[in-house]
C-alpha cells in the first residue's frame, strides 16, 4: 500500500472549516483514499473515502487532486467535538487488505 | 446490534503469564482484525482474519495467536505476557468490499 504524509498537529477555531491535508505520492490507479478519526482514546471511527472524484458525507467533504497524489479532509463547521487524531489511509478496495494506519493529525479545535 | 465488543476493558498481567483477549461482533462481518497503540503513536496491525478459519499475520505479530473459528469471536491470545506487550488493544470488524470498519473501544492491558 502507498505511504502517506500528514503533518503532526493543526489548530482549527470553532465553526470555521478544517482543512487536514494528506500527501500519497506514490498511489496507484486503484486504490482508495480512506479517512479515519480517532477521539481521545476511543477506538477509531470511519469518516468518509474516495478513489478520485470528491466525496460528501454528513460528517466531511473529500477533495482528491487531479492527480490523486494529496487529498484534502473538509471538516465544514469545526465544533469542540472534532477534536481528534485524524488518520488518512490508503489502500486497495478488496476484502482482504487490512488498514494500515500511520500516526496522524491532531486537529485541535479551539474556542 | 452491540457492535464490536471487547473484553476485559483493562487487565494487569505479570510478566509469564498469559491470557485471552476477547472480541465479538454482532453483524455478520467477514473481516476481523487486531491492533495495538503504544502511547502517542497510530494503530499497529498484529493479526488479521478475512473469515472463519482463515487468519493472517500483520505488522508486530510475535508474541500474540489468533483463531477465527465463529464469524462471531477473534480472540487474541499472548502467550508469555512482557513490558513491551503493555498497550491499548483495538479490534476491528468491516463486511468485506464495504469500506467502513467498526471498532471496539480497547482492551488497556498493563503487564508489569
Known amino acids: 500500500d502507498a505511504k502517506t504524509t500528514q503533518p503532526p498537529s493543526m489548530d482549527c477555531a470553532e465553526g470555521r472549516a478544517a482543512n487536514l491535508p494528506c500527501n500519497h505520492s506514490t498511489i496507484s490507479g486503484n486504490e482508495y483514499v480512506y479517512w479515519y478519526r480517532q477521539i481521545h482514546s476511543q477506538g477509531p471511527q470511519y469518516i468518509i473515502h474516495?478513489?478520485?472524484n470528491n466525496e460528501t458525507n454528513e460528517m466531511a467533504s473529500l477533495i482528491i487532486t487531479e492527480d490523486r497524489k494529496s487529498s484534502t479532509l473538509i471538516l465544514p463547521h469545526a465544533t469542540l467535538r472534532d477534536t481528534a487524531v485524524y488518520y488518512c489511509?490508503?489502500?486497495?478496495?478488496?476484502?482482504?487488505?487490512?488498514?494500515?494506519f500511520g500516526k496522524g493529525t491532531r486537529l485541535s479545535v479551539i474556542a | 446490534n452491540a457492535g464490536v465488543t471487547q473484553t476485559p476493558k483493562f487487565q494487569v498481567l505479570k510478566t509469564g503469564q498469559s491470557m485471552t483477549l476477547q472480541c465479538a461482533q454482532d453483524m455478520n462481518h467477514e473481516y476481523m482484525s487486531w491492533y495495538r497503540q503504544d502511547p502517542g503513536m497510530g494503530l499497529r496491525l498484529i493479526h488479521y482474519s478475512v473469515g472463519a478459519g482463515i487468519t493472517d499475520q500483520g505488522e508486530v505479530p510475535n508474541g500474540y495467536n489468533v483463531s477465527r473459528s465463529t464469524t462471531e469471536d477473534f480472540p487474541l491470545r499472548l502467550l508469555s505476557a512482557a513490558p513491551s506487550q503493555t498497550s491499548v488493544y483495538f479490534c476491528?470488524?468491516?463486511?468485506?468490499?464495504?469500506?467502513?470498519?467498526?471498532f471496539g473501544q480497547g482492551t488497556r492491558l498493563t503487564v508489569v
Open positions: 476491528a470488524s468491516r463486511r468485506t468490499g464495504d469500506a467502513e470498519a467498526f
Open positions: 474516495g478513489l478520485k
Open positions: 489511509i490508503v489502500r486497495l478496495y478488496s476484502g482482504n487488505t487490512p488498514l494500515v
